[in-house]
Every structure is written in structure tokens, then in C-alpha cells.
């Protein structure tokens, strides 16, 4: 069984920074189809940023595009999020998601098989 846990998240200030790792054991898994989530309070989950192929390409949702940025790690059992100029709107609880069951655009997190348990993102204005 796969199971996939996520780290960086944090308290930060408007215009700042973090980075969101997902780590997948076993390490001999690789993430292919991939994606981040996030759920603020009172909101439904939400896809803001996918890629179907390791981080060759990915997609991003209007909120979020131009500041964030999926990629795969040098460990291949590893993608991150990289955020920058967060907002306090980013405040959220973080998800990281792989190996597609379905491939949709925008994808839904009931797509994927291995879903972490998150990482609290908070921005303070």
C-alpha cells in the first residue's frame, strides 16, 4: 500500500513563501499522474495544480497560476508545490494526490488513489 505525506506547510505572511513536499513510501514509488489540493474552512476541496505526466506539463487553476508551481522531485517518490506571493486566501489545508484512477480536467481528488492527510497553509495579511 502507498501512502504519501505531505511536510512544509506553515504560518507565513502575505508576499511570502513556502514549499509543500509529498513523500511516497514505499521510495521505490514513482508519482506520474499527480496533483495538490486544498479545502479552506466553510469550502469545498478544491484541484489547484495537476500534471498527468511527472511534471512534463501541469495545469493550474486561475487562483493560483503564475505563483505556484508542481513539479517532481529528484527523488522520483517526492513532488513538491512551490508558492510564492501567497495570499490570505491561500490559507488552507494542503493535499497531495497520485496515480490517476480516472483523468479529468479539472480533476477531483475521488480520482486519484493515494491521497495524503494534509499540511495546514496559513497567510496572514
Known amino acids: 500500500q502507498v501512502q504519501l505525506v505531505e511536510s512544509g506547510g506553515g504560518s507565513v505572511q502575505a508576499g511570502g513563501s513556502l514549499r509543500l513536499s509529498c513523500e511516497a513510501s514505499?521510495?521505490?514509488?514513482?508519482?506520474?499522474?499527480m496533483a495538490w489540493f486544498r479545502q479552506a474552512p466553510g469550502k469545498e476541496r478544491e484541484g489547484i495544480a495537476f500534471?498527468?505526466?511527472?511534471?512534463?506539463?501541469?495545469q493550474y487553476v486561475d487562483s493560483v497560476k503564475g505563483r505556484f508551481t508542481i513539479s517532481l522531485g529528484r527523488a522520483k517518490n517526492m513532488m513538491n508545490l512551490q508558492m510564492n506571493g501567497l495570499k490570505s486566501e491561500d490559507t488552507a489545508v494542503y493535499y497531495c494526490?497520485?496515480?490517476?484512477?480516472?483523468?479529468?480536467?479539472?480533476?477531483?481528488?475521488?480520482?486519484?488513489?493515494?491521497r495524503g492527510q494534509g499540511t495546514q497553509v496559513t497567510v496572514s495579511s
Open positions: 494526490a497520485s496515480f490517476c484512477d480516472r483523468i479529468q480536467s479539472p480533476p477531483r481528488i475521488a480520482d486519484f488513489r493515494y
Open positions: 514505499p521510495d521505490t514509488y514513482r508519482h506520474y499522474c
Open positions: 500534471s498527468f505526466n511527472g511534471g512534463l506539463t501541469a
